[in-house]
């Protein structure tokens, strides 16, 4: 089975502060993704990454960097934390071999900040 | 560009009565259809998807959608619902770009005893 996981389930961090997400997939795939997911708004794609040092940014970007050191890592990074970043952040990833690849989802980090 | 949209917000429903939560999309191009599943406090879990063939895609616990093209429909089904069926669903719509996953807004089902 896939296994996608993050670093928290939940994190309180307070305005202005740097905050790094932490993902990590077992599965060898080239493709992870970064949503952030609010009430009434679905999923939205904030940055993805296929392959170690690439990414592209996905709907969302502003406020937000990545990084993917090792292939099985993706990182996000909120440089200076606001309020209305305050979400339930979701990591995601993907094999390459076409649409029949599904993405697998982490269990979600719901971050606050005060 | 594609699109999603989920009309219900939320979908209340009886124990063991049939439940149909509806998708609608919007694409210029061939598309690949999915619908997973969020438990509380957890990450999305596929339910099924559509790739090509039989219109009628089965997935897990019991749920099927159908594929209608001219509809532009992916609307997910389950004849029988239990309460573990409490959780939120999202259609999602991946074409061209095979990176590019849209999600709708989620539907609720709460099943009543």
């Known amino acids: 089975d896939v296994k996608v996981t993050q670093s928290s389930r939940y994190l309180v961090k307070r305005t202005g502060e740097k905050v790094f997400l932490e993902c990590v997939q077992d599965?060898?795939?080239?493709?992870m993704f970064w949503y952030r997911q609010d009430p009434g708004l679905g999923l939205r794609l904030i940055y993805f990454?296929?392959?170690?040092?690439?990414?592209e940014k996905g709907d969302i970007p502003e406020g937000y960097s990545v990084s993917r050191e090792k292939k099985e890592r993706f990182s996000l990074i909120l440089e200076s934390a606001s309020t209305n970043q305050t979400s339930m952040y979701l990591c995601?990833?993907?094999?390459?071999?076409?649409?029949?690849?599904?993405?697998?989802f982490g269990p979600g980090t719901r971050l606050t900040v005060t | 560009a594609q699109s999603v949209t989920q009309l219900d917000s939320q979908v209340p429903v009886f124990e063991e009565a049939p439940v149909e939560l509806r998708c609608n999309y919007s694409?210029?191009?061939?598309?690949?259809l999915f619908w997973y599943v969020q438990y509380p406090n957890q990450g999305l879990q596929l339910l099924l998807k559509?790739?090509?063939?039989?219109?009628l895609v089965k997935g897990i616990n019991g749920f099927e959608a159908e594929f209608n093209k001219s509809q532009t429909s992916f609307h997910l089904r389950k004849p029988s619902v239990h309460i573990s069926d409490t959780a939120e669903y999202f259609c999602?719509?991946?074409?061209?770009?095979?990176?590019?996953?849209?999600f709708g807004s989620g539907t609720k089902l709460n099943v009543k005893p």
């Open positions: 995601a990833s993907r094999g390459t071999k076409g649409p029949a690849y599904e993405q697998y």
């Open positions: 559509y790739l090509s063939g039989s219109t």
């Open positions: 999602a719509v991946v074409g061209g770009n095979f990176n590019k996953f849209y």
């Open positions: 694409s210029s191009v061939s598309v690949y």
């Open positions: 599965m060898d795939h080239e493709n």
């Open positions: 990454s296929y392959d170690v040092k690439m990414k």
